[in-house]
């Protein structure tokens, strides 16, 4: 980029005026690849700090094999296995291993179902990442939509109305949630299933697929079965509609404070008054610089997402990484939940990372 | 409370914190200073109503919790009444249990009232731990920085940026170790809420350490020679903690729905150690769809009104003390003009003479009264 | 409010282009409705500079504001704004315009210009699709168009290379040239009357000398009419023709700018007019009887307090930007009982200097020496017995204070802390007599800093800088956030104080005059270095530096006649600079 | 975009029978599962060499030609093959597949593992290719035949399974290793799976239909709802005693029940519990006392009824209903007719001097026995203190932790004076629920001994006379009852809920369900 640049400089000696310091137009300077790589190497530390966290936290909370087998088999049987699965090394000893397993790329096994902790990562986790992405699409529709009537409308009956919706949104726990949305879909007008990402059926369809990605969605129009994307759809409805809207009441609440900050600021009333209409002042003077700040807190709310996605994929029997998760914390497997939570902490970080890096875009101020 | 409110305004509204003297030169009583009394003074309109509505909201639970003993006609884990009848199971709301009975027997109305007492302990507990060691750990790393700052920070981010609940989860699991009884268990439950949100008290307070670090009066102590303890003690928490009352409410509501996901998810606090809503409705998520639904919606419904109530109060304080976010009557009667803010001296007593050596200059100065001289510039 | 907005009938006299009647405004506040304007009358002719002066909140900004109808919801207000159109065909009623009338007016009809440009600009949009913005809602939408009357109108404020600056973005830009843009974003909408709410109080006087320059150019080139607001008599002197004079919400005094300033008639405008500091003018203070009280020592004979050389301070860069050498080596001596005037505009290291003195920041390179202790690589341990020597008075009153300790708690903080006394009761009495010195009554003792207005904080806070009786002082820009008034009262205080106590003195400050009633020696500085050091008398009236120079030039007179001449001064300045 | 898509029509059999279960697999290798969930879809798809006729608790020849014969000393014991049998991939089942399955299961011994089962098994042989001798540490064994048919006991292909390691599902599926009554179709780890008939099977229970599939469910509210709304035709394992209450309403459905293995009891840690060996007042017949006290009291019919909902029956007896050799000991000796009785617990109480209330300090475990436990046991807790008698602290603990504190070891003695536990059968067996009890070195670890009770124990697994065995097997019951090392409370019942057009559904004492029986019509 910067020899490009400078290129670009040479090519055009039109008005090379030595006078004053010229602050360089492209932005996408070197130094913004430096600030690139700089953040993108923070991600490490978070990563290992999570990764260390979990490894001791779960270790202090049992071992599968008791867990799995401890009513069954006898004290001394229960003990000479556990010696000889290794647990009952070192933690230190272990953590080493662990780690350097984990720098070669091994994740592991799991100790539960002997899976390889990949196989789960991408089976699971693209459901996770499909239920996330319909949630995020229901959230933004509705926080972004709500939450600029409100801000727009602010202090009168309808933002009172949005604001209270919002805090419903969040106040509600997702399992309640579900559980209302269940019974008023599945059970009493019977549109929609209450459970699972397909039928059955769909699900032996996909057995034909010869790669299956693992997004239903992407699965059924692959199939090119109308029936079979009907029905992943269906299914898809609920969950994504109660993660959603779980988030939107955050995402509402966020457009409304940070559209009315930028509404009421400086820049704005400048515009105004210089004839600019309010309708145009809040679609494009104080939409745009409330968005960094928006887009920011939504990084974050992405990890929370993945939180949200335990308790809704439990309650929807969403197979995704939340459910597993779950599942595998109460079988004790430390070596699953170690690789979910990995791959969590990466998304997460990545997730930061990226947000980070477009809001750098997005504001220009922010020079590297 | 009210110096919060210059500093904030001071940016964007101009002549306010002369208004804030204006309004303490009315005298008012030690209680209207109290931050939520202040908020509710200064809140009209639907803002008013949103913040009433969630102060009687929180108040309502909190006399349920206080005086659960009371009001519950039965025990949280009372199965048998006096007689030694056994409760019916599943029972419809009746007279005897007017909201019906859960699949072990449970007194529905009275678990639900008892619920509010774990939630409120569970809320204390979690939020004075977190704020007591994330208080301490913002204030050192933000006043010391150097490496120690730069790790705790990067533990806090991490800790932070992890799925709250997963973490609460961990925890629960780790700690229940022991055996659970009644305090026990909702301690355990409040401990694994802790350590999540310690690191939010975390960033909050250090970020207001940092940003106040550099401010004149950190500085000034620092020109007259205060140790560091004095500065941290006396002029760094107090002031840093001024934001606390909003993140505190809302964290609250979050502990109260971290309590409910562990009691969802099985790892929560059991049922005959305290009554806790969460785990009603993990029990009551089969008897919703064989059509009895008196289990789930009283504790669900407890939930969401306990979560919105805290919420409202906290987002509400969160408007108020964001003079941006916040609206004000918009018309009324004129209680004082701009007289009372002039910040020309020449009125006050105290005023020193003052005498340059410019001959022209009117030493005296102490006249001037401002009413009469009211449309003095229309003759030109 | 309703009925006809746009009247046919002619309620504005002829050669004027506004006229504001009986306007009230109130506003809704926590503690209730305040009355912000109380029923002003002015008039703004056509084709001429209007300077508004008064001290802080005395309705200035809301007087403007309600000309384009800007003011929040919490206001109230009655009374009638008469505005004529540009080409004289329309008058409206601004007040009672409805939403769309409102718009169209806004930009076309009147500009505003606000004070802080920083915050002005939409950072996040490059300025020429801001400029694009006004033009737009006026009914220009060709792209084209748009475009060249923004490089247009850049060009002419002077912003130079203006065809690839249009696609820059605000904070790429000076402060000055921020202003020119926001200048430029009025001037493109070809408004008859531009609002300038303290279009320079937030630069230096060297780019407020450009910009006072291109309100000119609008009145002279654009034909427009410029209502200038501004606390600064020199402003007004340099550039208005007429002046209007608020207090209190009142219009005082209305006038050409000659009848203001050589016959003022209203008591408030002489008190004004007489507070402002001048170059030239000499601080005297007499004691109760009314003799003039004076130094008793030569401040040559005595030791040194301070002594730099070769002194250097730098910023150490974060994570991405490269360290900042913020002082660049200089050398300088304070004697005791001196007082040196450290000057320089916004920037130039004069804080840095004064913060390093007082060992709030650590030095990088050469030596500083104070009151004996050697400043390069100090130890808190070793300097901190002689914090008890060095006074500090802070910029901002205000923040310099814990606001959550009352006065006589923060005035009594370095009693304490240095062990003088071991309790605030038993300082109480000494914290009396100290508020005593600064003329602050008792009753004060025990409000809470926010209770006090700026002029009396300032005062407490340097009852707190004395409170040790230090033989240093340093005051970095002690009075600058006062109105000129509250700042004659402090600047004589401090005066008083230091001739009878007989401190050495640092005073920071960016004001020339200020600096030149007060200080024995000046030091000027520029980009981290002192650019010259002398005697105030022999600085100001002999400047050698063409540095000093021109900023003594940039200086606006607060004298009509005598600005009139000085101004040519500075234009030849420049001149001969560029040639 | 249909490019991707393999053509066999093999899984989408729209006349399939639909399974929901809520069952786990571990691991489709017979190696590396101990657990129901997996032997749930093991048992349907590997053969065995004997497995249990259908509503017999005997073992009858699988794929064995004959019912085995002991030799003289009753050390090995020799099994003929059915001739011609082959894998569904068409390699050859032969002796030399039965030895390699066993001995791969003790080579491999995976922590996850059945290896335990084959403890008494010393050694395989296959002197030809359809004759297998085992040899056996206990003369005349009566448990090997079961343990054949147990978890231990899949025979696998020694063409696809390594011999030292676990073999992976996708490999043992690609490889059609199966000769079962089914054979894998498509397998999606606790997902999905579908089965198809293997008509190659020649052993006891040949499938009645042509295909199955199975859903598995995490949750037991939407196994209730999958079934309701008919996105399933059979739920089998486990709902809720709620859902089956309301099932049992339900016109559309039909609720099929059976025995279950499943037992559930109460320990007594002999050290702790109130007079136990390690207390100060140490006092062996006020322990007694207590312990029958207890026993006195408990009302097993109202938790069946109240809290189970006839999902759980009770238990009079140290072995279960359905299992040779049940004595109803408890009815007779305790309560009154099955009924609690506070005057015989008085009594009890009051003749060995014990000091009334009793506190005790009741643990139990939720998270792994399910979440009725809590209503179980706050019901108990009402139970034991209705006459005054006790006062009970009700706690709980987490799971791998209530396994550490729970028994009695060389250098601890327990944490828990009471608590509960549950047992499920590896064979249904009586043996099964007599040894890992209270022979010495039992699971049970809770610091008691008898000898007698032990010796007779060892006796009767190698009683080859039915009725001698069964004299045995009372003797045994009638002492435990007394001494009260555990209380059974109650049994498991199976229960299956199926759409009305489902039938031949057989749940009985192998305590499985057999897919091969159901038809649709
Ligand atoms: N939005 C508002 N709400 C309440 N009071 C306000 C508002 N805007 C201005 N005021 C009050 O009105 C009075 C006049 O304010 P104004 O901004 O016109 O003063 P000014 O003369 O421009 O002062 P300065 O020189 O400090 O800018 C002040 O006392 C101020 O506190
Ligand atoms: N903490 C800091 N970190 C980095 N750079 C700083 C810091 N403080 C000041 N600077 C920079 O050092 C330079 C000198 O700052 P300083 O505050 O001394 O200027 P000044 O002359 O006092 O200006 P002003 O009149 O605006 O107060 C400026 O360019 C400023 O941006
Ligand atoms: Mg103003
Ligand atoms: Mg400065």
Redesign the interface.
Known sequence: MEAKATAEADASPIKAKPSETKPKKNRISSGFFKFVVVRFLLIIPTIFILVTIVFFVMRA???P??????????????QA??H??GYDRPLIVQYAEYLGDLLHGDLGTT?????PVTTILTRYGAATFELALLALIVALIVGIGLGRIAARRRDHAPDAAIRTFAILCYATPVFFLGLLL?LIF??WL?WL????RS???S???F?????PTGFYIIDA????EPAVLLDVLQHAILPALALGLLTAGVFIRLVRTNVISTYTSGYVEAARSRGVSEKRLLSKHAWKPALIPIITVMGMQIALMLAGAVLTE??F?W?GLG?MLS?YL?A?DFVAVQGIVILIAIIVSVVNFIVDVISALIDPRVRY | MSAANAANSAPTVPGDDRLEELRQSTKQGFFSKLPVIKQLRIAVGWQKGMLVTGLILCGFFLLVAIFAPLIAPYGY?Q??DAN?Q?FP??AAPSAEHIWGTT????DVFSRTVWGARTAVIAIVVAVLCSIFIGVLLGLVSGYFGGWVDRVLVVIADAVYSFPSLLLAILMA?MI??????LWAGIFSSGLSITVVYIPQYFRTIRAEVVRMKESAFIESARVIGASTWRIMTKHLLKNSTRTLPVILTLNSSEAILTLAGLGFL?FGI????AAEWGYDL??S????????WWTAIFPGVAIVLIVLGITLVGESLNDLSDPRLRTRKSAGEVIGSIEDTSVDPSTQKDAAEVVFTDPNAGADASEAPAANTVNKGEES | MSGTQILNKDVIAEGDLAAIKNLSVSFVTDAGPIKAVDKVNLTIPKKSIVGIVGESGSGKSVTAKSILKLLPETATTSGAIYLKSRDGSKQMDVLALNSEQLRRMRGEEAAMVFQEPNSVLNPVYTIGWQIAEGLRAHGITDKHEQREKAVDILKKVGIPDAETRIDYYPHQFSGGQKQRIVIAMALVLNAGLILADEPTTALDVTVQAEILDLLRMARDEFDASVLIITHNMGVIADVADNVIVMYRGHVVEQGSVEQIFYSPKDPYTKRLLSAVPRIGQKLVVRDEQGQVIERKTDYRNEPIAVKARGLEITYPGHLMQPAFKAVRGIDFDIHRSEVVGLVGESGSGKSTTGRAIAGLQRISGGSLNVLGVEMNGFKERDFKPKRADIGFVFQDPGSSFNPLMTIAQNVAEPLLVHKKYASLAEARKYVEELLEMVQLPKAYMDRFPHELSGGQRQRASLARALALKPPLLIADEPTSALDVSVQAKVLELFKKLQVEIGFACLFITHDLAVVDMLADRIMVMHKGEIVEHGDSDQIMRNPRDPYTRKLLASLPIPDPREQRKHRAQLHELLAAENA | ????????GA??D?NAI?IGTTD????LDPA?M??NGSFAVIINVFPFLFSQNYNSSEMSPDIAADEGTWNADGTEFTVKLKDGMKWANGHTLDSKDVKFSFDRVKKI?D??GPS?LLANITDIQAPDATTVVFKDSVPFDVTLKHVLGSPAGPIVDDEVFSADK?T?ADTIVKEKAFAGPYTLT?F?????A?YAKYDGYKGLTPAKNNAV?V?Y??????L???V??G??DVAYRT?????I??LKKNDKVKVVTGPGGEERFLTFNFKIQPYGEAQKDADANKAKAVRQAVANLLDRE?LAK??YKGTYTPMYSYIPTGVTGQVETFKTKYGENGKPSLDKAKKVLADAGVKTPIDLKL?YN???YG??T??E???I??QLE?GGLFKV????????????DR?V?EDSNG?YPVYQ????PDYSDPDNYLS?FFRD???V?NGYSNKAINDLIVKQAGEQDKNKRLELLKQIQELETEDLSTIPLLQGAQTAVTAKNINGLTLDASFRLRYASITKS
């Open positions: 909370t049992g071992d094999i008791t867990a799995a087998l401890g009513g069954r088999l006898t004290p001394e049987e229960l296995r556990i000889q699965a100790l539960t179902d002997n899976q269940k599945s059970i019977d299933p209450s459970s699972g039928s059955l059926a699900e032996m369809q057995g034909r697929l010869v790669s129009l692959q199939l090119g439990t309650t029997e197979k459910f599942t109460k004790r | 884990s199965i048998k030694g056994s199971t599943q699949v072990g027997g449970f699991i229940s170790h022991g055996q659970s009884g099985g059991e049922p005959t150690a993990n029990r998520v089969s008897d919703v769809t064989a059509g009895i | 975009a249909c490019g991707g898509v393999k053509d066999d899984s989408s729209s639909t786990k697999i571990v691991s590396g101990y657990d011994n922590e996850n335990s676990l992976d498509s999606k780890m606790n997902e999905a579908s599939q859903k469910f995490a949750d037991a509210s939407n209730k709802m999958a309701e709304q996105q399933v709902l809720t005693p709620t859902d209450d309301s109202a109240d809290v643990q939720a998270e792994h979440a009725s809590a209503d046991y706050s019901a807790k009402a209705q602290d009700l706690q709980q603990t987490e799971w791998t932790q209530y396994q550490k028994v070891t944490v536990l549950g047992w499920y890992p070195g039992n699971f670890n």
